[in-house]
């Protein structure tokens, strides 16, 4: 029972993480959003003022485990001098029997790496199935 109702804060936790790019359509002033998006995948573009061309903006890639949850996802920004897909940051999620892990990690270009303004979420899970905590650390 406590392993199911984990599972479904679980879910709850990745939906709202996953919120912000679900939409097939979304405007922020005179700015249109179009997302494409697959299992693995979603990639953000703005519709430009001809209203026929779209600009690379943002790029997601999903790690998914052997119950289909999402247990990692990977943010990379368009490089539009360099024309290439520069890392953001990574969100990964690690389920435990009474916990969620939520960790974040910029990227560091400087040693190529996922270890800027680490950050971890804890949410446990208390004896009535409701959660308790939401613990912010700094690593």
């Known amino acids: 029972m406590k392993k199911s109702v984990l599972k479904s804060?679980?879910?709850?936790?990745?939906?709202?993480?996953m919120s912000c790019t679900t939409t097939a359509?979304?405007?922020?002033?005179?700015?249109?959003?179009i997302y494409g998006q697959n299992d693995t995948n979603t990639t953000v573009y703005t519709l430009n003022e001809?209203?026929?061309t779209l600009t690379r903006k943002?790029?997601?890639?999903?790690k998914h485990d052997e119950n289909?949850?999402?247990?990692e996802k990977k943010a990379y920004r368009w490089d539009a001098y360099r024309e290439l897909w520069k890392p953001a940051y990574l969100l990964t999620v690690t389920p435990g029997v009474y916990e969620i892990k939520l960790n974040y990690a910029e990227w560091n270009a400087k040693e190529s790496t996922f270890?800027?303004?680490?950050?971890?979420?804890?949410?446990r899970e208390g004896n009535n199935a409701n959660l308790l905590a939401d613990t912010q650390n700094k690593k």
């Open 115 to 123: 270890n800027h303004n680490k950050q971890e979420s804890i949410y």
């Open 50 to 52: 001809d209203g026929k």
């Open 68 to 71: 289909g949850q999402v247990i």
């Open 9 to 17: 804060v679980l879910a709850a936790i990745t939906v709202v993480m």
């Open 58 to 62: 943002l790029k997601y890639e999903y």
């Open 25 to 33: 359509n979304a405007q922020t002033g005179n700015t249109k959003y």
